[in-house]
């Protein structure tokens, strides 16, 4: 398994390579982790890690690109080909898009299948992460063309959500290669004792990016603290953002939204027990967010931009706001901080979905089941091709 990415940490891409990982090992299988060299927190997992060589200054925690990931990407790769050779690995399975070319070059050296965990389209996250107008533009046009050639090099894609297949489709890849399995839950995580929430109390939790448009977010907070001064915002997350604290600094929100760093998922998983009120605001549709999966198994009531929703129906399992906008999102949560028993009502559904519906032990049995069909499916995207 392909981690291009510091591990462990407490992003959500992270979290669902640990979980997968670790259900996959509980099941039997052989796990060989290939990953960055550094993390966040120690790593404590039933399989076993194989990290690149250490390379100075590339220490960095945060997603996008950077000139340091370029080479710990290489290093990454001859990683793979030396731990493939050495255990003779059946399957190579790469996360996101280095993970799936630096699989496509492993399993081809290696002659054994690729399995392409998809959590993004890089036309759609690429250009969130510049400023320039330009650069943007250039960023989706880049991104589109690697979004068109490399999930076409996998054996098989295991996507997020129905959006991420259709979007795939849409680029190329063979539906039939194409198996959807959402992230998953494991109740036992979620047994904790809970904290009474404090009553207007919202929470964010998860990296700080563009993409997750917490700007709006920060907006609609001084609209809610106009009706409600008691209401408090507390975005939890492993690294600082200068401009979002300086944003909610000019906003005269000082008092009302406070940034804290956490690391590892129970400390993650404490302020989301703490709050009333979860939101996310991301704006790509192609991924499914692993805080909005936490949220749901916190039974917390969830107010959710339409373009994240996943395993949200309004007014059941949560709020969805289908403009962008901070005035929509301050209306959604000034009505769940005003109206308790709607917020314990969702809280309770969107539990009660996230225990019964996102299953780890569903979604493992999916994912061996695209292992044990490899040979099947290569076989038809190979007649496909040659048709």
Known sequence: MIAPCPF?????????????????????HQIHLATYHHSEYPARVPFQIHRTARLPGGGRLRA????????????????????????????VHGHNYEGALIG???????????????????????????????????????GMMLDRRIPACADAVIALNDTLRYELESLGVRAAA??????GVWPDEWQLVEEPPQTASIVYTGNLDNYQNLSVLIDSMALVTRQMPAATLTIVSHHRSVELEA?????????????VLAHGFHAVQRWILRSAVAVCTRLPSCGYPIKLVNYLAAGRAVVASRACANGI????????????????????????????????????AARDFALKTLSWARALDQVEDVYAN????????TSARKG
């Open 178 to 183: 194409i198996r959807v399995v959402p992230p």
């Open 247 to 259: 944003l909610a600094r000019d906003r005269g929100l000082s008092g009302s939204v406070d940034f």
């Open 313 to 348: 129906i309004h007014g059941k399992t949560g709020l969805i706001v289908d403009q962008s906008e901070p005035e929509a999102f301050a209306e959604a949560i000034l009505l769940l901080l005003r109206d308790r028993d709607l917020a314990t009502r969702l809280g309770a």
């Open 374 to 381: 490899l040979p099947r499916i290569a076989a038809g995207c």
């Open 8 to 28: 462990p940490t407490s992003q959500g891409s992270q979290t669902l390579i640990r979980q997968l990982a670790t259900g996959l090992a509980h099941r039997g």
């Open 64 to 91: 996008g690109p950077s000139i340091s990931k370029i080479w710990l990407d290489i290093l990454l790769w001859r990683k793979c080909l030396v731990v493939g050779r050495l255990e003779q690995t059946d399957v």
């Open 104 to 142: 496509a070059l492993v399993a081809r050296r290696l002659g054994i299948p690729l399995v392409y965990h998809t959590h993004n389209v890089l036309h759609e996250e690429l250009p969130t992460y510049y400023r320039n107008p330009l650069i943007r533009s250039i960023a989706g046009r880049a």
